[in-house]
Nanobody, 130 residues
Framework: QVQLVESGGGLVQAGGSLRLSCAAS????????MGWFRQAPGKERELVAS????????HYAESVKGRFTISRDNAKNTVYLQMNSLKPEDTGVYYC???????????????????????WGPGTQVTVSS
């Protein structure tokens, strides 16, 4: 069983930057595609960014494209989300999630369906002030 713990959230002024980290424990981290989701109060959880097993493929929500960057370091069992040019609408709880590769030769594709992610971290709060 893989366990995920997010860190790096906090309060930042609009236009500023934050870097979130997600530390994973458990075997075969490279067999999991990773995603970052966020949820504002009263709203549904939404996909922010996702990354393939090797890190060679990424996908971003249109609202964050050009501002956020997802990356992973499989040697450190960690996935990152660099957030630049933050806006008040970026405020929310950010969750790290892992999706198991179905089989060794399966092809990666981005998905925003939270039901397809197998493991979740407890979340970290990001607040952007105007």
């Amino acid at each position: 069983q893989v366990q995920l713990v997010e860190s790096g959230g906090g309060l930042v002024q609009a236009g500023g930057s934050l870097r979130l980290s997600c530390a994973a424990s458990g075997p075969l981290f490279s067999s999991y595609a990773m995603g970052w989701f966020r949820q504002a109060p009263g709203k549904e959880r939404e996909l922010v960014a996702s990354i393939s097993w090797s890190g060679g493929d990424t996908h971003y929500a249109e609202s964050v494209k050009g501002r956020f960057t997802i990356s992973r370091d499989n040697a450190k069992n960690t996935v990152y989300l660099q957030m630049n040019s933050l806006k008040p609408e970026d405020t929310g709880v950010y969750y790290c999630a892992a999706r198991r590769r179905p089989w060794a030769g399966s092809r990666w594709y981005p998905t925003e369906d939270i039901r397809l992610y197998d493991h979740w971290g407890p979340g970290t709060q990001v607040t952007v002030s105007s």
